[in-house]
């Protein structure tokens, strides 16, 4: 790159994007890299402050802004991501298919430790729709040396893939709405409703669905039927807190399943469970799930189950960092 004064710059090639700023209205390229400057541009770039340009003019060991935040977003995404054309060295990725965000914490960190590249996602096990931009990155300065391009490549290397998404997979499901009251007739049963609709907007079957009572052995045999039936994930709702007629707890431990984690920290929907059982999916889901159309530790953890990501017990302690999902109750 050449820094020239800009009423010299007639007939030269700009080597980067020259931004203009209109507050409230616009902030973006005026020129774009390799736009050849007329006479005509020399008051527009004056009247933005741009007393001098940056000239194309290629050096031998170092890249272009430009190129080098593509090949970086290249290196770093896998599946399901497209990229953006680069724009003031910024380049995007869109997410291809509704899906899942999984994001490798540490490679992240390790790209923005370098001294020039930068790149800014959405929280991780974001659940994103199609088109959706997720990632930008971007390297400045204009130009960065060959040899901190090959710290960006041998860090992608290492940590791939630093940015993934898992796309939304179609499961059968059994949904067992659990509660005494729903038995005997005291109170009709609503709840579900909102929890099917939910699925099945996200492309789930549900296959089997059954009002149990709080009973240990149905909650137990309801479930071991399901799996027998051929259901992916079995969702029991209710039940889930300590109160002496609670049992749905008890009943997912009766059928030999091994428990993740029967409590997240997440609000509201505390009181989640997730289980394993003969690599079927069981789950124990809070009453929130059925009267809030997001915004629950269900709606934040189920698009991650359905993308068919292992949750670990770990993967959800650390989802107390934004937990805090919904305050409108306080």
Known sequence: MEKIETQKAVGKILGADVTE????????????????????DIVPLLSIGKHYVWIFSEREGFIHEDDAATEMMNLIKKENLRLSSPSESKVKLFAEVKGVLIINMKGLEEIN???????????????VEKDTPVVIGKVM????????????????????????????KNHKIALFPVGNEFIEGRREETMSGRVKQYLEQLGQDIVLEKVLSDDVSQIRESGMDAIRKGSDIIIYMGGMAVDPDDKTVEG?????AEIV??????????????????????LGIPSSAGF???????????????????????????????????????
């Open 292 to 330: 809030m159309e997001k915004g629950t530790s269900f709606h934040k953890i189920m698009p991650i189950i359905l993308s068919n990501y292992i949750i670990s017990r770990d993967t959800l302690i650390k989802m107390g960092e934004g937990g805090f999902i919904d305050a409108r109750n306080l």
């Open 141 to 168: 300065p204009l130009e960065i040396p060959v040899t901190q391009m090959d710290e960006i490549r041998s860090i992608a290397e290492e940590y791939y893939p630093i940015i993934d998404l898992l796309s939304i």
């Open 113 to 127: 430790r370098l001294e020039n590249p930068r790149v800014a996602t959405k929280r991780n096990f974001s659940f």
């Open 21 to 40: 700023v209109v507050p409230d209205i616009k902030k973006g390229p005026l020129f774009k890299k390799g736009h050849i400057i007329r006479k005509d």
């Open 252 to 256: 997912i431990e009766k059928m030999g």
């Open 261 to 282: 984690m029967y409590g997240v920290p997440m609000w509201p929907g505390t009181t989640f469970l997730l289980a394993y059982k003969d690599g079927k999916i069981i």
